[in-house]
């Protein structure tokens, strides 16, 4: 049981982020290797409001967000949007330099120093024999509205239809009249915010670190396949499967194998059910 | 009252023409076919007019209005409401939603659908289905009726019964010449099934290495000796 809450724990840390990403790939089929460099720019931005200006968590957390969908826009802009129309391994690979570009930033301006966020110290409580600290209740709540929240605008929203319309077939969207690039940069804000409010949940439940990029890089991308690209709802339940095996892995053999478990994931998936738990199915080539 | 009228039009993909010179007229409540071999620039003629393909050379306006520097959205807007023979519909969408975002930016959403289905009937039988999971016939019903959503002034339609069995192909071109009729759209169709639709076009055109090569009515066109020769493309 205990597992089960640490898996849910863990889960609520990337859900949003893999979400951000799942939403990326089915609007621009590429696989944005930067999210973990966008999620630390939240996490950053969360600690500066927080812990340097005095702002209350929640409050430093929608700031994240709209740090993450500003520096998510500012690098679309710049970035990607320019590049629109080559292949996804063109810009898979455009975005893991971006990552390191992000992540070199950010040592820059924040130095090497491991940070966390100023709040009071609290004891965890007991619930059924349940150990569960404050600051995870509020992580996995903040990441189930973020996961509603989103789930809601895209089924019954114009705007959300808008977006999966233009995922689904970008130029039949176009001859219906859509306003395709206003719609896409909708998409990349919503991704940026999401990518955001991973940042700060990371801060809140573990520490502030700016090698963050990687290690939560790989955990991202492993839910959005596990759950099946281009599906939401699917990037949330893989979330929940990569938390669960990575708590299982450090409770049955050690922590030092936590981090091979998306890697594991993302290999079994694409061996077993290419295309996740909730896809469309893919044809093998 | 000329609805479309295109002259002297040259078109193609990049700088390569297409589309030749190409003169026609379509006016309200007409429908008009263009029929022609495989190659001879139909479906381009018909891309330009929407705006998916370039327009090289030539004017094409509606009611007045020119088309040639408006976007794809825009002409969609202006009236001019293409659709394509292929991926017409938005599959992962359910066929509510469909026609929702085909009327996008509109206040009367719901208004224009009960419209479109009181055109089309049979959409309601399958109104909160998957997209992607009906039939060859339901999707293209699908398709003409996200076009519909838009309450265009010309209907610019690509083979619409492409795939569809042969008891199907004449329902759907008895319901775009109904709603030519009724709905008093002007209607550009390009369609393999030369016959079919010349028995229901009003008037039409034979289109030939991107060429007019003949014109007129369309019933009378079907019975010419050499309307055979003309569409596979012996013009000799």
């Known amino acids: 049981m205990q597992m089960l809450v640490d898996a849910l724990a863990s889960a609520a840390i990337i859900a949003p982020a893999a979400i951000g990403f799942t939403l990326i790939y089915t609007l621009f089929r590429y696989a944005n290797f930067a999210a973990g460099g966008f999620v630390t720019v939240g996490a950053f931005a969360a600690w500066t409001l927080n812990a340097f200006f005095g702002l209350p968590i929640w409050l430093a957390g929608f700031g994240a967000m709209a740090a993450g969908a500003l520096a998510f826009g500012l690098c679309d802009r710049l970035v990607f949007r320019p590049l629109r129309g080559r292949s996804g391994g063109t810009l898979l690979l455009v975005s893991i330099a971006l990552s390191f570009v992000i992540e070199n930033i950010i040592r820059f301006c924040f130095g090497a120093q491991i940070r966390g966020f100023d709040l009071p110290l609290t004891g965890p409580i007991e619930i059924a024999g349940v150990r569960v600290t404050r600051e995870t209740l509020a992580v996995v709540a903040a990441s189930a509205a973020a996961t509603l929240s989103v789930g809601l605008l895209l089924t019954a929203t114009p705007v959300g239809r808008a977006l999966r319309a233009v995922a689904d077939n970008e130029s039949l969207a176009q001859i219906r009249g859509l306003p ?65 095996a990575e708590e299982a892995t450090a409770t049955f053999l050690t922590p030092t194998y936590k981090g091979a478990v998306g890697f594991a994931a993302i290999a079994l998936v694409l061996i077993l059910r290419p295309q996740g738990l909730l896809g469309d199915k893919v044809d093998r080539k | 009252m000329t609805l479309l009228a295109v002259r002297s039009l040259e078109a193609g993909y990049g700088r390569t023409s297409v589309v030749r010179g190409v003169d026609l007229d379509v006016a309200q409540g007409e429908m008009v076919a263009l029929v022609g071999p495989n190659g001879a620039g139909k479906s381009t003629l018909l891309k330009a007019i929407a705006g998916v393909a370039t327009i090289l050379g030539g004017t094409a306006t509606l009611d007045g209005a020119d088309l040639v520097p408006l976007p794809a959205a825009a002409r969609a807007k202006a009236g001019a409401v293409f659709m394509p023979q292929e991926r017409n519909i938005f599959r992962t969408l359910s066929v509510a939603e469909n026609l929702a975002v085909s009327a996008w930016g509109r206040r009367d959403v719901a208004q224009r659908r009960n419209d479109v289905v009181a055109l089309l009937p049979a959409i309601g039988d399958y109104l909160h289905k998957r997209a992607g999971g009906l039939s060859g016939g339901q999707r293209q019903m699908v398709g003409l009726a996200m076009a519909l959503m838009a309450r265009p002034k010309l209907l610019l339609v690509d083979e619409p019964t492409a795939g569809l069995s042969p008891l199907l192909v004449g329902d759907m071109l008895d319901i775009l010449r109904r709603l030519a009729e009724e709905a008093e759209l002007g209607i550009l169709i390009v369609e393999q099934n030369a016959r079919a639709a010349l028995q229901r076009a009003g008037r039409a055109l034979v289109l030939v290495d991107g060429h007019v090569v003949r014109t007129g009515e369309a019933a009378r066109l079907a019975e010419e000796p050499d309307f055979g020769a003309l569409f596979f493309g012996e013009t000799a």
């Open chain 1, 180 to 244: 395709v690039p206003r719609i896409e940069a909708v998409g990349v804000l919503i991704a940026g915010a999401l990518f955001g409010l991973s940042g700060t949940l990371i801060g809140l439940d573990l520490t502030i670190d700016p090698n963050l990029n990687w290690a939560v890089t790989i955990p991202i991308i492993a839910a959005a396949i596990v759950g099946g690209l281009g599906s939401p709802l699917g990037a949330a339940i893989g979330a929940f499967g990569i938390g669960l």
